[in-house]
């Protein structure tokens, strides 16, 4: 369900719009992978509804919708496209 949510997500993102459609599979992997890894220490492959709302990585998440692409805030934003781009690389 996560990651439908980002799905559906990303093409309301300001910080988004130049997402290549080829890489748009990718990047929602990556941001699913990355609300998991911070809500689901247990490794169950999934994750309470309240710990999400109470994270900081919604809140990071969510704050696409306002950046600009180059917005410098972005640079540290785990959800941003140019992140998503060096996990991408990385791996």
């Given at each position: 369900?996560?990651?439908?949510?980002?799905?559906?997500?990303?093409?309301?993102m300001s910080?988004?719009?130049?997402?290549?459609?080829?890489?748009?599979?990718?990047?929602?992997?990556?941001?699913?992978?990355?609300?998991?890894?911070?809500?689901?220490a247990?490794?169950?492959?999934?994750?309470?509804i309240?710990?999400?709302?109470?994270?900081?990585a919604?809140?990071?998440?969510?704050?696409?919708?306002?950046?600009d692409?180059?917005?410098?805030?972005?640079?540290?934003?785990?959800?941003?496209?140019?992140?998503?781009?060096?996990?991408?690389?990385?791996?």
């Amino acid at each position: 369900e996560i990651f439908e949510f980002v799905g559906r997500s990303v093409s309301t993102m300001s910080a988004l719009r130049s997402l290549p459609p080829e890489f748009a599979q990718h990047y929602c992997e990556i941001a699913t992978r990355r609300f998991m890894f911070a809500h689901d220490a247990k490794k169950r492959g999934r994750c309470r509804i309240s710990d999400l709302l109470a994270g900081t990585a919604l809140a990071d998440f969510n704050e696409l919708h306002a950046a600009d692409e180059d917005d410098p805030r972005l640079t540290k934003n785990w959800f941003s496209l140019a992140s998503a781009r060096r996990v991408r690389k990385a791996f």
